[in-house]
Antibody
């Protein structure tokens, strides 16, 4: 079965960096676009970034463009999110998720999701 | 950026009742709308995509309808496990992909 397991979360001071990882299994990783979505405490879901199935294209929400970088390693079946210049408002549970369809030229439906990793930005 | 507004914020119903949740887009998203369910402490789960297609394994009591700017998620007869938060999401005009603020479905 499909499994997505996030790691790398924790408590970090404002202005510092953190890298999240997502280990994927149970499907052909290189065939699917992958997303990061976050859930700040007490708020709704917020899409963060998408990387194309072959890694050729990346998209970000504007507020994170230039600070966050999504990447993937097909040899390790792993998705990453490099987060720099972290702010208090970046505090959230970060979910790794797969796009619904393989080789999609028009991705955007997100399923399944990992269980999430909590990032807390605080001094 | 397309803004999705869900209503109501909270819906209080009893098991066996019919639930109707709404999602309105700030501009047309055609049929590029999905619905997700999230239970406390769990990851979201895709219920409906392309406005009316049920995702794999989703019970038939869940249905979606609408196009353009107005969409509805209907749960025909509530089961105890259906009480959760529901989010709509669009992929029509992106980036960014955007979500609504959520509707909490609670037991009356």
């Amino acid at each position: 079965q499909v499994q997505l397991v996030e790691s790398g979360g924790g408590v970090v001071q404002p202005g510092r960096s953190l890298r999240l990882s997502c280990a994927a299994s149970g499907f052909t990783f290189s065939s699917y676009g992958m997303h990061w979505v976050r859930h700040p405490p007490g708020k709704g879901l917020e899409w963060v970034a998408l990387i194309w199935y072959d890694g050729s294209i990346e998209y970000y929400v504007d507020s994170m463009k230039g600070r966050f970088t999504i990447s993937r390693d097909k040899s390790k079946n792993t998705l990453y999110l490099q987060m720099n210049s972290l702010r208090a408002e970046d505090t959230a549970v970060y979910y790794c998720a797969r796009d619904l369809e393989p080789y999609s030229g028009s991705p955007g439906w997100v399923d399944p999701w990992g269980q999430g990793t909590l990032v807390t930005v605080s001094s | 950026e397309i803004v999705l507004t869900q209503s109501p914020d909270t819906l209080s119903l009893s098991p066996g009742e019919r639930a109707t949740l709404s999602c309105r887009a700030s501009q047309s998203v055609s049929s590029y709308l999905a619905w997700y369910q999230q239970k406390p402490g769990q990851a979201p789960r895709l219920l409906i995509y392309d406005a009316s297609n049920r995702a794999t394994g989703i019970p038939a009591r869940f249905s979606g309808s609408g196009s353009g700017t107005d969409f509805t998620l209907t749960i025909s007869s509530l089961e105890p496990e259906d009480f959760a938060v529901y989010y709509c999401q669009q992929r029509s005009n992106w980036p960014p992909i955007t979500f609504g603020q959520g509707t909490r479905l609670e037991i009356k």
